[in-house]
C-alpha cells in the first residue's frame, strides 16, 4: 500500500517553462499537507504548506484537492536553481500521535 | 533559525559494531524523528519522540533503538550492525504536538557497514 504516490521523473524543462507535479495519498484522514525540496545530497527543506483554498508563494502555487486525495505544485518561469527532488508529504497517524509520510518525490532538471 | 546537528556526516562501521548516532537541536522542540533515505524507497521513519524518555516505533524499527534523556538530543542506536543498515540517516525535529507541522532537518550522516 503506497501511502503517498509521485511519478519519480525525471522532468526536464528548460530556463522559463511552467511545470506541473502531482502527488496522490491514501490516507483519507490525513489534514496536513506540504511540499518539502530536497537538493542532491542535501537534508529537506520544507518548500510550502498546502492548503485547501490553494495557496501561491512567488512562481510557486500549490492546490489540493481533498476528494481525489490529491496535491498539486506548479512552478512558473522555472530557474535552474529549481533543480532538485520536490517531495510530497502528508501527515498521518502513528501510535495516536501524528507523523509525516513523504512520497518518494519527483526530480525537477532546468536546463540553460 | 531552528538548528539541527548530527555528530558525524560520514561514518564506516564493521558488521556487528554498535553504532551511535546522536542528533540535537537547539530550539526547544518537543518531537524529534529517525529517518532513513534510500535510494528508491524515499524517506522512512525509524522511531520518533514526543518528549523526554519517550519514544514511539515508526514504519521500520527493526534493529533500532532510540534514546532521548534530554530533550534537545535524540540518539538512534543499532545495536549489531549489519550491511543492509547502510544509508542515510536523517534526523528532524518540530514543535507541535498535535499536528506534525514543519519538521526542520539535520544534514544527515551516512553510514556505510562493512
Known amino acids: 500500500r503506497k501511502e503517498v504516490e509521485q511519478d519519480p521523473g525525471p522532468f526536464n524543462v528548460p530556463e522559463g517553462a511552467t511545470v506541473a507535479f502531482n502527488c496522490t495519498y491514501s490516507?483519507?484522514?490525513?489534514?496536513?499537507f506540504f511540499w518539502y525540496r530536497q537538493d542532491c545530497r542535501k537534508e529537506p527543506k520544507l518548500l510550502m504548506s498546502v492548503y485547501s483554498s490553494g495557496n501561491e508563494d512567488g512562481r510557486f502555487t500549490a492546490q489540493l484537492n481533498r476528494a481525489s486525495q490529491y496535491i498539486s505544485l506548479l512552478i512558473r518561469d522555472s530557474k535552474l536553481s529549481d533543480s532538485a527532488t520536490y517531495l510530497c508529504v502528508v501527515n498521518t497517524l502513528n501510535s495516536g500521535y501524528s507523523t509525516l509520510t513523504f512520497g518518494k518525490g519527483t526530480m525537477l532538471l532546468v536546463s540553460p | 533559525d531552528v538548528k539541527v546537528t548530527q555528530s558525524s556526516r560520514y561514518l564506516v562501521k564493521r558488521t556487528g559494531e554498535k553504532v551511535f548516532l546522536e542528533c540535537v537541536q537547539d530550539m526547544d522542540h518537543e518531537n524529534m524523528f529517525w529517518y532513513r533515505q534510500d535510494p528508491g524507497l524515499g524517506l522512512r521513519l525509524i522511531y520518533f519522540?514526543?518528549?523526554?524518555?519517550?519514544?514511539e516505533k515508526g514504519d521500520i524499527p527493526e534493529g533500532y533503538s532510540v534514546s532521548r534523556e534530554k530533550k534537545e538530543r535524540f540518539s538512534l542506536i543499532l545495536e549489531s550492525a549489519s550491511t543492509n543498515q547502510t544509508s542515510m540517516y536523517l534526523c528532524?525535529?518540530?514543535?507541535?504536538?498535535?499536528?506534525?507541522?514543519?519538521?526542520?532537518f539535520g544534514p544527515g550522516t551516512r553510514l556505510t557497514v562493512t
Open positions: 528532524a525535529s518540530s514543535l507541535v504536538r498535535v499536528r506534525s507541522y514543519e519538521q526542520y
Open positions: 519522540s514526543y518528549d523526554v524518555k519517550m519514544k
Open positions: 490516507n483519507s484522514a490525513s489534514q496536513s
